[in-house]
């Protein structure tokens, strides 16, 4: 079987930079996590094992206590309560989700309603829709008039584009609505690769890891662990292309490759 390496892979620069924040804060002492730092059991079991305690629920972090923005970001209500009870706050929200932030704020400021495309359910699109007087998340739309709009930063690509041309055609639009420049790098790899099998190394919970095998123009393997990826049955398949979420450890990435190419067992 031809293994062929896809880039980029491996973290993205909001990923690094959002593990590093984590990591000097762990010198420090004790610290919360509000929600997975980014999408990735290995990486979280990794910040739990140096000391991390994750929760979903600010009102479990005590007082006083020091409490890091995942990479997805914060509504504004969030980061009022975690104020109000005095916590510490270590921000690690990825840049090009705060410039989301920004523009949500900017449209909802100059009065239009704000039409967020993403997932209702992910943490990211709760705080993007926190900026906003008047917030939907497509397809939900205000009856008339012009709109603001902007995207989750891990969407299909092309997705976000045609949504926002056929908006075009009935509203008049202000947006910033793209998708960030890791998600798009690796979704066109992946739409360029030629084989006849992709195997994406990444959690199920990571949307850009799971838009990967969306764009993808053959069949997909998903494995976010080396147990899934030993359990894949390869068979019939020739030309395997392989590529990660932004949030996948390269060295597990590595490990993988090389126990495809049979260097290790
Ligand atoms: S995938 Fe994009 S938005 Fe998410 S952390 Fe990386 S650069 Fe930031």
Redesign the pocket.
């Given at each position: 079987m031809k293994i062929e390496v896809l880039n980029p892979h491996g973290?993205?620069?909001?990923?690094t930079?959002?593990l590093k924040t984590a990591q000097s804060i762990l010198a420090g002492g004790e610290a919360w996590c509000l929600h997975e730092i980014?999408h990735n059991e290995l990486v979280v079991a990794s910040l739990k094992a140096a000391g991390m305690r994750f929760t979903d629920d600010l009102s479990l972090v005590p007082e006083g206590a020091t409490v890091v923005f995942s990479?997805?970001g914060v509504s504004p209500a969030v980061r009022r309560e975690a104020e109000g009870r005095k916590l510490k706050i270590v921000d690690a929200t990825?840049?090009?989700?705060k410039k989301v932030h920004t523009a949500a704020r900017a449209f909802s400021d100059k009065g239009l309603p704000v039409v967020v495309i993403g997932k209702r359910d992910h943490a990211?699109v709760k705080g993007i829709v926190g900026e906003a007087e008047r917030a939907f998340i497509y397809p939900e739309l205000p009856e008339d008039g012009p709109l603001g709009v902007v995207s989750q930063?891990?969407m299909n690509a092309d997705e976000v584009g045609a949504i926002t041309a056929e908006l075009a055609k009935t509203r008049e639009l202000e947006t910033m609505a793209e998708?960030?420049?890791?998600?798009k790098e690796r979704q066109d790899a992946v739409k360029a690769f030629q084989g006849d099998a992709l195997l994406v190394l990444g959690s199920a919970t990571s949307s850009?890891t799971r838009r990967l095998c969306e764009v993808a123009r053959c069949r997909t393997f998903l494995a976010g662990t080396m147990d899934e990826v030993c359990a894949m049955d390869f068979a019939g398949v020739e030309h395997l292309g392989v590529t990660s979420?932004?949030?996948t450890p390269e060295e597990f990435f590595n490990k993988v490759i090389d126990r495809l190419r049979g260097k290790t067992k």
């Open positions: 973290f993205c620069a909001g990923v930079a959002a980014v990479a997805h990825c840049p090009f989700v990211e930063t891990t998708v960030c420049r890791a998600t850009n979420g932004a949030s």
